[in-house]
């Protein structure tokens, strides 16, 4: 029997401003949000204006929101493994202008995936992460990189723990590195979160290899894709091959149902508002 208060969001439009983001979330029915620090698919970010960010943190206050529980999701077209060279820097220069914006918004994590090697291998991979994280943390050092499970397709790297593992022993300040678990991923990367067994494999993996301490933030999606299928196509809560009971069955695990819960699910705030609603009834569920 789980009896904790749920932390629930999803991921939020700022194209209205950052200031509208707070009173958006709560009028969906959450208590926590994720953003892009700037529009995902531009390498020159428009920054943050003052004013907005002033009465960003008015409205984050008003509404009593936790600030460590906000989540940044970095922009699509940062690849700090690709072997590409003008890629990867251009990628480091917007990670780290990313990392800077979340500071600037009190927000201390900023969720990206580890990126693709585009068939240049593992290793190659792994070592131009590396090199990437050591250098936008040594120049901003207050938030926190997670790291986000992936699926095994196009050359991603994070699609287990025991790449990330490889990554988080190999940078300069481990201690700045969380997890982020992505249950649509997850599923079709091969984790069965729908079986009690399937669950505690998962939980074994993450000990044994990098420590369920550095799981900070779940991004709750159900799947369009079978189980291992490496597809990512989210779908809205209950509506996918996870399903209610799969949802049911992972959510009643605590190490999962106490951390921050973001929908990326299909749709905008109507849509959110009611896949957070059915996600509820399903914590009821467990709780009763």
């Not at 789980?2 to 401003?17: Q, V």
């Not at 984050?60 to 970095?74: G, I, R, S």
């Not at 994070?158 to 982020?180: C, F, H, W």
Request: aromatic share 8%.
């Amino acid at each position: 029997m789980i009896n904790l208060d749920l932390i629930i969001g999803a991921h939020m439009p700022i194209g209205r401003g950052f200031s509208k983001v707070p009173v958006e979330s709560v009028e969906i029915g959450g208590n926590t949000f994720q953003i892009f620090p700037h529009n995902p698919r531009q390498w020159v970010p428009k920054l943050p204006e003052k004013e907005d960010v002033k009465e960003y943190f008015k409205m984050v206050e008003k509404y009593e929101l936790n600030l460590d529980t906000f989540l940044c999701h970095a922009g699509y077209l940062i690849n700090i493994a690709s072997p590409k060279t003008d890629v990867w820097e251009k990628s480091v220069e917007l990670l780290l202008i990313e990392m800077n914006i979340c500071a600037e918004l009190g927000i201390k994590y900023l969720n990206i995936h580890p990126g693709s090697h585009l068939g240049n291998g593992e290793d190659v991979g792994t070592e131009n992460i590396v090199k990437a994280l050591n250098i936008v943390m040594e120049k901003e050092k207050t938030v926190y990189i997670a790291l986000e499970n992936v699926t095994k397709k196009g050359g991603n790297i994070g699609y287990n723990y025991y790449q990330m593992k490889k990554i988080i022993d190999s940078v300069k300040y481990p201690e700045r590195i969380a997890l982020t678990f992505d249950t649509c991923h997850g599923f079709d990367a091969g984790y069965d979160i729908t079986t009690k067994e399937g669950v505690e494999k998962l939980l074994k993996e993450i000990s044994e290899t990098v420590g369920i301490e550095r799981l900070k933030f779940i991004h709750l999606n159900d799947t369009k894709g079978e189980l291992g299928s490496n597809k990512d196509r989210h779908e809205n809560i209950g509506k996918g091959f996870i399903g209610r009971e799969g949802l049911k069955n992972f959510l009643s695990f605590k190490e999962f149902s106490s951390l921050p819960l973001l929908l990326e699910t299909p749709g905008d705030n109507p849509e959110h508002a009611q896949d957070i609603a059915i996600v509820k009834e399903i914590f009821e569920s467990i709780k009763s």
